[in-house]
């Protein structure tokens, strides 16, 4: 069974830069692509960036384009989330998540583990 903890998150103000991690176990890392998605208060998850299994394609929401980068370690059973230039519409819960199917970063059900999130609050 997979398990997925994330760190990291907190309270910043706009402009600042916060870094995510999270931790994986329970399976072989190398062979799941794993994907940051948020969640904010009264809104549907949505995905955030996604990277394949060995780390060479990534994908971000639009909004998120040159200012967010996702990275991961093989050798850590880590991934990041690297937010710079946070504003308030970048609160949210944020979610780590790990898939076996390759592609679709972007949808939301192809996930197959979830996990708890962390809070992440930009204040302007």
């Known amino acids: 069974q997979v398990q997925l903890a994330e760190s990291g998150g907190g309270l910043v103000q706009a402009g600042d830069s916060l870094r995510l991690t999270c931790a994986f176990s329970g399976r072989t890392f190398g062979t799941y692509g794993m994907g940051w998605l948020r969640q904010a208060p009264g809104k549907e998850r949505e995905f955030v960036s996604g990277i394949s299994r060995d780390g060479d394609n990534a994908y971000y929401l639009d909004s998120v384009k040159g200012r967010f980068t996702i990275s991961r370690d093989n050798a850590k059973n880590t991934v990041y989330l690297q937010m710079n230039s946070l504003t308030p519409e970048d609160t949210a819960v944020y979610y780590c998540?790990?898939?076996?199917?390759?592609?679709?970063?972007?949808?939301?059900?192809?996930?197959?583990?979830w996990g708890q999130g962390t809070q992440v609050t930009v204040s302007s």
């Open positions: 998540a790990a898939k076996r199917r390759v592609g679709m970063y972007f949808i939301n059900r192809e996930y197959d583990y």
